[in-house]
């Protein structure tokens, strides 16, 4: 008599976001991820050079610095602590990824806003409008970088999603809600609102959304999940496919 061949376990596979960003490397996870907030850091001081309008949290940023005289660098690292701070009530944990956030961009985009001084001293219209059109597609290409490592979101990010899950409301309306609350006190303390501002709202996500296909840049299941969820029910996991990242 033969023995029962014995049933097959089913296989249970992890998660395919995290699974296929693990297998990047570390290495590889961490340079990326270095690279990816070096390049936002640059696509602000491109945007920031334009003068032709801000993203919508450095229009905050701007208007701190005008009201208090600190550099640019140093307001942008107060406000990532404050909005740090907000995770608490929130329930939100950061990861390597937030501190490094914070940590980078503050301490790059000073010497970035000298340097693309020095390369571009006297911006024409010409050149400012390929200043801010090309802040906003590094800006979406760096976005896509930095959440393909899945270290992490950015301080800004997490208030976003932290706020999505302790109220039931869609991410399109909390982060449009935070956005034009800091677009609001930015212009009031002196911050550049424009056509780049809009631009940058508008044109950042199809960026970011374009990007995530990037297999040898963003993990495919990154790339192939945001998207649905986003479609499906405007998830804090679809987020990812409309790209805030510094958040």
């Not at 409301?169 to 449009?176: E, F, H, I, N």
Request: proline share 7%.
């Amino acid at each position: 008599m033969t023995s029962p061949t014995p049933a097959r376990r089913a296989r249970v596979p992890g998660p395919p976001v995290a699974r296929d960003a693990v297998a990047l490397g570390p290495v590889r996870r961490g340079v990326q991820l270095v690279l990816g907030l070096l390049g936002y850091a640059w696509s602000m001081a491109m945007l920031l050079h334009a003068s032709m309008g801000a993203m919508p949290w450095d229009v905050l940023s701007q208007g701190l610095v005008r009201t208090t005289g600190l550099s640019f660098g140093a307001v942008t690292g107060i406000v990532s602590v404050a909005v740090l701070a907000m995770w608490v009530p929130l329930r939100q944990r950061p990861g390597i990824g937030t501190v490094a956030n914070a940590v980078v961009i503050s301490v790059a985009i000073g010497p970035f806003l000298t340097a693309v001084a020095v390369l571009v001293p006297d911006p024409g219209t010409a050149a400012r409008v390929a200043l801010a059109v090309g802040g906003i597609v590094l800006n979406g290409v760096s976005t896509a970088a930095y959440i393909g490592v899945r270290l992490g979101p950015g301080p800004r990010d997490g208030l976003m999603t932290g706020l999505v899950a302790r109220t039931g409301w869609s991410v399109r309306l909390v982060k449009t809600g935070i956005e034009v609350v800091v677009v609001l006190v930015g212009v009031l303390l002196g911050g550049t609102f424009g056509w780049a501002t809009i631009a940058y709202a508008l044109g950042v996500g199809p960026v970011v959304q374009a990007t995530v296909r990037w297999r040898w840049l963003v993990p495919a299941g990154l790339a192939d999940r945001a998207p649905r969820a986003d479609r499906r029910n405007g998830s804090p996991r679809g987020a990812a496919g409309r790209g805030a990242a510094r958040g």
